[in-house]
């Protein structure tokens, strides 16, 4: 990132380098190196690699540490957690019922729309499409379909787990 960009400066103005890598580092979809990360974050390489060690020990983030160079990724059950915080915040019980339902409905409609009964199975079909315009549709339609899945998965934890997992209005001393 350009040093010169006023939207950087404001950002490293307004954050500390800590949160800035950590910003960074919790938001990537594939692991990546502490130079990549330090890049994002306008922050040195050394500085992030010392935040970086610190969100593992908090168990925020997972390195890879038998890749060269090292890389770092968000802590797949840290992630799964937050999600579940995030639907209790949003849903009650009732309302994480029906999440459940649009999900199955969605995934119900990807299955009859293409006939096949995954995502995999659907990424099959790609190979089977005369456009590209087609063939982009329907591996986005399945990408949607993993995230539907994974989605409905952590929907189900919160239902079966809701009393455990919600925090009740009040604690009585």
Known sequence: ???????????????????????VAQTITQPRSA???????????????????????????VSFDREKPITYAPDPLHTRLQTIRNLLEEYDH?????????????????????????PAELRELAAETTTADETAAVRHTASDWEVAEYRLGIVEDAIDNYDAYSRPETVST
């Open 94 to 118: 009732e309302g994480l019922i029906t999440l459940k339902a649009e999900l199955q409905g969605q995934i119900e409609s990807w299955s009859d729309e293409y006939g096949v009964d995954s």
């Open 1 to 23: 990132m350009p040093a010169t960009d006023s939207g950087v400066e404001a950002w490293k103005e307004q954050t500390s380098a800590f949160d800035r890598v950590r910003s």
């Open 35 to 61: 130079p990549w990360i330090a890049d994002r974050a306008a922050v040195a390489e050394n500085t992030a690699r010392r935040h970086l060690d610190r969100l593992v020990d908090m168990n925020l983030l």
